[in-house]
């Protein structure tokens, strides 16, 4: 599975963002989509994922901020940030799971300024 994200960028505190990771390649064998990021200095978290059923979770910190979504058609997984904070700053990766392995993206810059 290969995965490319895009839609980072720098944006005020209070703004908003919608990262885009399109999937190609085994994308049959893909259960779980979800959206990590990792700030600097610090280890990489699960922000939000999906599953195939369309099933959601979201990690305390960006709860009724931010917003995953999925376009099966498009093979593409999108993460709407609003509210943006300064502490939001970090590298958003993209990842795919199979159950048995989990492929990453290269990582977009999100850069939130107070």
């Known amino acids: 599975v290969q995965l490319v994200e895009s839609g980072g960028g720098l944006v005020q505190a209070g703004g908003s963002l919608r990262l885009s990771c399109a999937a190609s390649?085994?994308?049959?064998?893909?259960?779980?989509r979800a959206w990590y990021r990792q700030a600097p200095g610090k280890q990489r978290e699960l922000v939000a994922s999906?599953?195939?059923?369309?099933?959601?979770f979201y990690a305390g910190f960006v709860k009724g901020r931010f917003t995953i979504s999925r376009d099966a058609a498009k093979n593409t997984v999108y993460l709407q940030m609003n509210s943006l904070k300064p502490e939001d700053t970090g590298v958003y990766y993209c990842?795919?799971?199979?159950?048995?392995?989990?492929?990453w993206g290269q990582g977009t810059q999100v850069t939130v300024s107070s």
């Open positions: 390649g085994s994308i049959f064998s893909i259960n779980v």
């Open positions: 999906i599953t195939n059923g369309g099933s959601t």
């Open positions: 990842s795919a799971s199979t159950g048995l392995s989990q492929s």
